[in-house]
């Protein structure tokens, strides 16, 4: 059968992009280095291409897809800032980068460093008292959270402690996460201004409930008001506070989570820290607890000897034991470290302001044109519904197709699931005026078309390289193969 041709398939016989230095040597001279098991038998199918020919199928590759470097990504809860590309420099020095992670630990000090350095900045941005870096994404630090939270009470005797508390505004790996561990979920419901009631806790509060589980800011971008109180229920009845923390952007030297009754949280390393992330990966999921369970984090535990070196306990028998291979996806914690020593408290506090500031910016600019369902300053984000034009026929999906003609991602999707149409828009702090405008004023244009010119919106989009897919049969027999058979 003939080899399929590849859509992108760009040979030319007798064409290269290389030159090699004559060796001055003949074919067969060249042959007795390579003994005969190691010869082939036909030649290399190898692309014949010159050296401009490759660099502009790659770049012409690279811009056919969205990403930060390219355009706008205000992708709700996402968190799609821009990331300083000297953090990925950093990561790239060859003593981060080539350092094995079963090195000594007399040669790893330079990188211990990093790892108890970071572990102490998180703490201090956090208000918790140890940090543990192993969790390599935010379901990921739910998952290890939890474990933490049911070894506690299984040590205290407690075995009958197996609900968790969630709101109906919960990030949808919550009650995944819950389930995971082996608890069962009791969902409470947002008041009419967007957050939880304690009354609503404490009527569900019951000596079989572990804990709750809270986003702070929520998933509405409104910031839970009753913590406080909401927190003394649930610890009055014997259960620990844990703390999505995917919306920190918004908190950084503003709120601190441990200083107000969180007892567990994790930490979105890739998102708040600014680490290029989409698509699985790479993450970090750290988590925070306060000292009374410390003792139960993944083991083992970077100490430091009086000499001031440091290394890994392994000896925490009250750890919930491994939640991954080594240490954690360090490339993503020196990114972080990078990140936070560049900025430093002020400038971590001036992230969150600015991130607060466009968000409440960009809600007054599209607010007349789409419904708001909580009409509240917001955080970091804020979710508006298509709801008015789905009346006409243009639903949440044809929007924000239609955003693609303009070369701005679309932000998140029917999520919060309380919000009909919903999209969540997050703008982050790394984007200027001119760029939220411009947003604005596409998302103006395409309600006007959905008025005046529906089927503009309905069949977009025009002009990516891909157009509108049936995205149930996409997902499930995706093909990603570029074979034209």
């Known amino acids: 059968m003939d080899r399929p041709n590849l859509i992108y398939q760009k040979s030319k016989s007798g064409r290269k992009g290389y030159s090699l230095p004559d060796t001055k040597l003949s074919e067969n001279e060249i042959l007795n280095f390579i003994p005969d098991k190691f ?3 036909s030649d290399a199918e190898l692309p014949e291409i010159a050296e401009n020919e490759v660099m502009r199928h790659f770049v012409g590759l690279s811009i056919k897809n969205h990403h930060i470097d390219k355009g706008f990504y205000p992708l709700g809860s996402c968190t799609m800032k821009y990331n300083p590309k000297v953090n990925d420099k950093v990561a790239g020095m060859n003593g981060f980068k080539l350092q094995h992670p079963l090195s000594p630990n007399a040669v790893s000090q330079g990188s211990l460093t990093i790892y108890r350095e ?87 509060m019951s000596d079989e409930v572990a804990g709750m589980m809270m986003t702070n800011p929520n998933t509405l971008g409104i910031f839970e008001t009753h913590i406080k109180e ?5 610890h009055k009845g014997g259960g620990l506070m844990y703390m999505d923390g995917a919306n920190l952007n918004a908190n950084m030297g503003i709120f601190r989570p441990g200083d107000v009754g969180f007892d567990i949280m994790h930490f979105n390393l890739h998102k708040t820290f600014s680490t290029p992330h989409g698509g699985g990966g790479p993450g970090s999921g750290a988590v925070g607890v306060i000292e009374k369970l410390a003792k139960y984090l993944p083991f083992p535990i970077l100490q430091q000897r009086d ?45 969150s302001e600015n991130a607060v500031l466009n968000a409440n910016y960009l809600k007054e600019s599209v607010r007349k044109y789409y419904d708001l369902p909580y009409d509240s300053i917001c955080m970091h984000e804020f979710v508006i519904s298509g709801s008015k034009q789905k009346q006409i026929g243009v639903k949440t999906l ?42 604005a004023e596409v998302m103006a244009q395409i309600a006007k078309e959905a008025e005046t010119d529906i089927e503009q919106v309905t069949t977009a989009p025009h002009n990516t390289p891909v157009r509108r897919l049936d995205e149930v049969s996409a997902a499930r027999n995706g093909d990603v193969a570029y074979l034209d058979v």
């Open 307 to 351: 000499d001031g070196t440091f290394y890994f306990d392994y000896d925490r028998p009250s750890s919930i034991g491994r939640v991954h291979s080594y240490h954690g996806n360090f490339g993503v914690l020196v990114r972080a470290y990078t990140y936070i020593r560049s900025l430093g408290g002020k400038g971590l506090r001036e992230v």
């Open 118 to 204: 970071l572990q102490k900045v998180l703490c201090e941005i956090s208000g918790f008292d140890a940090v543990s870096l192993q969790p390599a994404a935010g379901a990921h630090g739910e998952f290890t959270g939890l474990q933490i939270m049911r070894a506690y009470h299984l040590e205290n005797g407690d075995k009958k402690r197996t609900k968790i508390i969630i709101p109906d505004s919960a990030h949808g790996t919550n009650p995944a996460t819950v389930t995971s561990v082996g608890f069962t979920t009791i969902q409470v419901k947002s008041n009419e201004h967007g957050v939880i009631p304690p009354e609503a806790v404490a009527e569900v």
């Open 398 to 439: 044809d929007i924000s197709k239609r955003l693609l003609d303009f070369g701005v991602h679309s932000p998140t999707n029917y999520f919060p699931l309380i919000v009909p149409e919903a999209m969540m828009i997050e703008p982050t702090e790394t984007e200027s005026k001119e760029t939220l405008d411009y947003f």
């Open 230 to 234: 909401i927190a003394e229920i649930v």
């Open 39 to 41: 010869r082939r038998s």
